[in-house]
């Protein structure tokens, strides 16, 4: 499923990235188990197939397909991350994601579009949560300028746009922009979805290691605009 938006990104020309498709699909497709691809899909609320890969074995396996090979730049990350999305299973996704990751210092600040494209496909925490955290946030940190990107998008009528823009400063700890956490987290305070709710308790609580004055004084003030389920998250380990 996909929210309405602009269309799909072009698939940028990669060489690198026909070389890790050709040796993922080959080596994920080898070590697929339909019983535990079921009980995977089950658990994942059946948001989409799988091929049964536990993620020690599927970090293992990853390990070996980027084996001695090049550094990518971000058309090569482009095309990789759209051709795995372009698979049914999750765990092709999951690569990529990983993927960008570790690469994702090698990618400008035009690299977030393809980004978007990613979270509002399938999306189901698994993928966004990765991408948001691991992904946007750098992308942000790297060009202040993309945090009125986040503006906008902690407004967006896709769920999952809005909860990736909470929680893309998950990792920013004393870089942290307090005053915009807390006004994302005002903003959506209202909102009647549990992946919302969760993901403000979940920025709170993040933010509460580094700051946790802050935080109490927070919630005490918005206490009765935001939703229990946030509010036992952002004090869990105050």
């Known amino acids: 499923m996909q929210s309405n938006g602009p269309p799909p990104p072009r698939v940028p020309r990669s060489a690198l990235a026909d070389l890790l498709a050709e040796r993922l699909t080959g080596s994920f497709g080898a070590a697929a188990d339909p019983v535990q691809a079921g009980h995977m899909a089950a658990y994942m609320k059946d948001v989409g197939p799988f091929l049964g890969i536990r993620t020690p074995l599927r970090r293992e396996l990853s390990r070996t397909v980027t084996k001695d090979t090049p550094e990518p730049d971000e058309a090569d990350c482009a095309a990789l991350a759209l051709r795995c999305w372009g698979l049914p299973e999750r765990e092709y996704r999951y690569f990529a994601a990983d ?55 902690i407004g967006d009528e896709d769920m999952w746009v809005a909860r990736a823009a909470l929680l893309h400063q998950l990792r920013r700890t004393s870089t942290t922009d307090a005053e915009r956490l807390f006004a994302y987290c005002r903003r959506q305070a209202g909102h009647p979805g549990f992946f919302i709710r969760k993901a403000i308790g979940w920025c709170l609580r993040e933010y509460a290691r580094t700051d946790p004055g802050a935080v109490r004084a927070f919630v005490a003030a ?17």
């Not at 400008?108 to 955290?133: E, N, Q, Y």
């Not at 918005?222 to 105050?238: D, G, I, Q, Y």
């Open 99 to 153: 993927y960008l990751r570790r690469h994702v210092a090698r990618c400008s600040s035009g690299f977030l579009p393809v980004v978007r494209h990613l979270i509002v496909t399938d999306p189901w925490w698994d993928t966004v949560d990765t991408l948001a955290a691991h992904t946007v946030g750098p992308l942000v940190a790297a060009d202040p300028a993309l945090a009125s990107v986040m503006d906008e998008w």
């Open 222 to 238: 918005e206490r009765e605009s935001l939703s229990p389920l946030s509010v036992r998250e952002a004090l869990k380990n105050l």
